[in-house]
């Protein structure tokens, strides 16, 4: 139980064109997901938090422009990457938590979306 | 600033050698401790958590984390590594009252046959 999908695993675009990366929980309906960001040999880092039916809370540096973020429903959130540009290229992770476990905030991660910005 | 820090970066270890990475944080009040592994192409498991009671859990593969609240430490150890046990080592904080994950830098483990 409790998996996350992700897709694409890998995109690669041009620059100035935007990406739409999808974040699923397969087995659960999750209110809240979050959106990472991770560096090549670098730590996860938060970019914003995801509720269903409301806007995105952004951590701070992070383009709520740039970075377009709908959770539109309870297993569904996608991240956006606007006119992308090769500084933007990264691995994103989504993650989300599942309210019907007793876990204290556990979250469950996506396998990851590649992005490549050319 | 509220951080997680990781002070090994890099750690190589024979075979059967003993394992501990530091992992310390600076938040304030209660919080929840992960340590996550990342395998090479892989995504973030869960290896261990501490959310209250015993200091020491345990986790999968062998692995356990001791949580020293004084030194705002969760520190992970394994016995004798594997090679298998290659792999990123990232722990995570949750402050108790948030949503929000923080994570370290990462530690990245090679295990030499």
């Known amino acids: 139980g409790a998996v996350v999908s992700q897709h694409p695993s890998r995109v690669i675009c041009k620059s100035g064109t935007s990406v739409k990366i999808e974040c699923r929980s397969l087995?659960?309906?999750?209110?809240?997901m979050f959106w990472y960001r991770q560096f090549p040999k670098k730590s996860l880092m938060l970019m914003a938090t995801?509720?269903?039916?409301?806007?995105?809370?952004?951590e701070q540096g992070v383009e709520k422009d740039k970075f377009l973020i709908n959770h539109a429903s309870l297993t569904l959130s996608t991240l956006t990457v606007t006119s992308a540009h090769p500084e933007d290229s990264s691995f994103y992770i989504c993650?989300?938590?599942?309210?019907?476990?007793?876990?204290?905030?556990?979250?469950?991660f996506g396998p990851g979306t590649r992005l490549t910005v050319l | 600033a509220q951080s997680v820090s990781q002070h090994n970066h890099h750690v190589i270890l024979s075979e059967a050698a003993s394992l501990e990475l530091g992992c310390n944080y600076s938040?304030?009040?209660?919080?929840?401790l992960f340590w996550y592994v990342q395998y090479p192409g892989q995504h973030l498991q869960l290896l261990l958590k501490?959310?209250?009671?015993?200091?020491l859990v345990k986790g999968i593969k062998g692995f356990e984390a001791e949580f020293i609240k004084s030194k705002f430490s969760f520190n992970l150890r394994k016995p004798s590594v594997q090679w298998s046990d290659t792999a990123e080592y990232f722990c995570?904080?949750?402050?108790?009252?948030?949503?929000?994950?923080?994570f370290g830098t990462g530690t990245s483990l090679t295990v030499i046959p």
């Open positions: 993650s989300a938590r599942d309210p019907g476990r007793p876990s204290y905030n556990e979250q469950f």
């Open positions: 087995d659960f309906q999750a209110t809240t």
């Open positions: 995801s509720n269903e039916g409301s806007k995105a809370t952004y």
């Open positions: 938040y304030g009040g209660t919080v929840n």
């Open positions: 501490y959310f209250s009671g015993d200091p």
């Open positions: 995570a904080v949750n402050k108790f009252t948030g949503n929000q994950f923080y």
